[in-house]
Nanobody, 117 residues
Framework: VQLQASGGGYVQAGGSLRLSCAPSRTRNINTIGSMNWYRQAPGKERELVASIARGGGITYADSVRGRFTISRDNAKKTVSLQMNSLKSEDTAVYYC??????????WGRGTLVTVSS
C-alpha cells in the first residue's frame, strides 16, 4: 500500500491549510495502529508533529499544540491535519505515516508547506 498526502501549498503567516493522507487501497492492508504526521524543515531532522492512535488518543508536538488538529477516519483509512495560525517556522515537507499493528509502517512522499512571514 502507498500513501498519498495532499493539501500543501503556500500561505501567509497566520493562515490555514488542511493536509490529508489516503492509502492507495483500503482493502487487504494490515490493521492500522497510529496515524501520524511528521515534518522535515530544511537542514533539520524529521520530527513528529501529531499522532492519533487507533483508539483515538492524540499527541502533539509542543510547537503545534493549540494550532494544529489531527483527525482520522477509520472507515476510509484517512488522516487529516488542520493547521491554523501558521508560522514561518512551520515551513517544511510534511509526511504522513501509518504504523501498522503488525509489520513495518508506510510513509507518504510528502507535501510541501511554505509559510511566508
Amino acid at each position: 500500500v502507498q500513501l498519498q498526502a495532499s493539501g500543501g501549498g503556500y500561505v501567509q503567516a497566520g493562515g490555514s491549510l488542511r493536509l490529508s493522507c489516503a492509502p492507495s487501497r483500503t482493502r487487504n492492508i494490515n490493521t492500522i495502529g497510529s496515524m501520524n504526521w511528521y515534518r522535515q524543515a530544511p537542514g533539520k531532522e524529521r520530527e513528529l508533529v501529531a499522532s492519533i492512535a487507533r483508539g483515538g488518543g492524540i499527541t502533539y508536538a509542543d510547537s503545534v499544540r493549540g494550532r494544529f488538529t489531527i483527525s482520522r477516519d477509520n472507515a476510509k483509512k484517512t488522516v487529516s491535519l488542520q493547521m491554523n495560525s501558521l508560522k514561518s517556522e512551520d515551513t517544511a515537507v510534511y509526511y504522513c505515516n501509518f504504523a501498522f499493528v503488525m509489520g513495518p509502517g508506510v510513509w507518504g512522499r510528502g507535501t510541501l508547506v511554505t509559510v511566508s512571514s
